[in-house]
């Protein structure tokens, strides 16, 4: 992994210079420091580091309206709150400004050292799951077309826009819960949702409710298999998928998911188009 | 499903609620019914999956929406059902689902649940199995409806 470039930011001098000095003997790069929320922010600005180290009293704004100015110049940037306060309401406060961890005054150097060693592998964890986790899907999606209808998908325009979409008619929903949390929707016409079923279930004339089934079973199969593969590829990730959710009417409008990355891709299918569209959140659950 | 469960959502819109200046809260009424669901305009779905799972769906108007959209942001006037609206109902189920998942880790079950998905429009949802439950909340009068469709995994 390369350098990790780190900044201080607390309002004693002397707690900047023992704190970078803890950091620089455990092999970090210091490579700023500030006394105030203007200074970090200007530093920040400059510099661009990894990671800050931030205090909680601080002169012009307390250590977690700092960190929220300074996500707002980088959304990824991982702050680790270094104070001599640290009860529940503080951590309580501190997982809500989106901070990345904590550690008490004085500080220890091997405790904060393996802290920001964790935080920059679960930001290369994501990376790596950013990387291959649409790929999974369609996989998926394309063996699960193979096996239950004998004839593979043809994958049409592919994006990575996380915007409000219009449904076709029938949406599946289905929760991922893992080391990252995200989802997958399958968004289909009625048409493509009922030849589906007939094409499974052998038969015409389906009641909604047995189409609502065939379309949530095969939705969980495609997310599960999909999850599977992720999971393979490196346990960490932990995924598990919720059990599916199918939305269905005349005008559905789903909302932008907020999540840290999405892909979405039409496929043709020879029960008709069906678009598949997954994403995932870069924050870590139950934290 | 355990009784104490499904309290736990009720008791997560209590608690939530008022913590943005909503006071007028109250449960309604509690009633069972079959999977599918008639939404009322916009509906956020979240999954769950641990030692019980499923999903549950907050449903409102969008007029109600914009209404708790509003409290949420201190007041501030929200005139249509908009990306900030959306957002903050999304959040508001994120919330309520998490403390109730909490609340019922309590009797000793663990619970996870997925990132809310949000629709609005005309449409109608499944839930998760054969059962539902319906907890009809009142928010300033108005109607919020919490559908909780769990099952115990062994």
Excluded: W
């Amino acid at each position: 992994m390369n350098e990790i470039k780190i900044v201080v930011v607390d309002d004693s001098p002397f707690s900047v210079t023992m704190i970078s000095n803890i950091l620089e003997e455990n092999g970090f790069s210091v490579v700023g420091s500030a006394n105030s929320m203007a200074e970090a922010v200007e530093v920040v600005a400059k510099i661009k580091p990894d990671v800050v180290t931030m205090d909680m009293t601080m002169p012009g704004g307390d250590g977690l309206e700092c960190t929220k100015a300074l996500h707002i110049l980088d959304p990824d940037l991982k702050v680790v709150i270094v104070s001599s306060m640290m009860d529940e309401e503080i951590i309580h406060k501190a997982k809500k400004a989106k901070v990345s961890g904590y550690v008490q005054k004085p500080l220890d150097g091997e405790e904060i050292s393996l802290l920001i060693h964790r935080i920059m592998a679960d930001e290369h964890l994501f990376v790596e799951l950013e990387e291959m986790y649409f790929q999974a899907f369609k996989e998926a999606f394309t063996d699960t077309c193979n096996k239950f209808f004998k004839s593979v998908p043809v994958y049409l325009e592919e994006n990575t826009e996380d915007a409000e979409q219009t449904s076709r008619g029938i949406s599946v929903v289905l929760g991922i819960i893992g080391k990252y949390g995200g989802r997958m929707i399958l968004d289909m016409s009625a048409e493509t949702a009922k030849k589906t079923a007939e094409i499974l279930l052998a038969k015409e004339i389906l009641k909604t409710e047995e189409i609502i089934n065939v379309i949530g079973e095969i939705s969980n199969i495609i997310a599960g298999n999909a999850c599977s593969m992720i999971n393979k590829k490196n346990n960490l990730y932990g995924l598990r998928v919720a059990p599916p959710t199918v939305v269905y009417g005349e005008a559905i409008t789903i909302s932008k998911g907020e999540l840290n990355t999405v892909s979405s891709v039409l496929a043709d299918t020879v029960c008709g188009q069906v678009c598949i569209n997954v994403g995932f959140n870069r924050s870590e659950q139950n934290e | 499903m355990n009784k104490q469960y499904l309290e736990a959502f009720s008791k997560a819109y209590l608690d939530i609620f008022p913590q943005f200046g909503i006071v007028d809260v109250s449960l309604m009424k509690e009633s069972q019914g079959g999977r599918i669901i008639e939404t009322a305009g916009v509906a956020c779905i979240v999954g769950i999956v641990g030692e019980l799972a499923g999903n549950v769906i907050f449903s409102m108007s969008e007029d109600v929406g914009k209404r708790i959209a509003s409290y949420m942001m201190g007041g501030m006037e929200v005139e249509a059902f908009d990306e900030i609206a959306q957002s903050a109902i999304s959040e508001l189920g994120n919330m309520l689902a998490a403390s109730a998942c909490i609340g019922i880790s309590e009797f000793g079950k663990t619970l996870d649940i997925s990132t809310p998905t949000l629709m609005h429009g005309d449409f109608s949802v499944s839930g998760s199995y054969e059962t539902v439950h319906h907890l009809e909340m009142s928010v300033d009068s108005l109607d919020f409806h919490i559908y909780v469709s769990l099952e115990e995994r062994s």
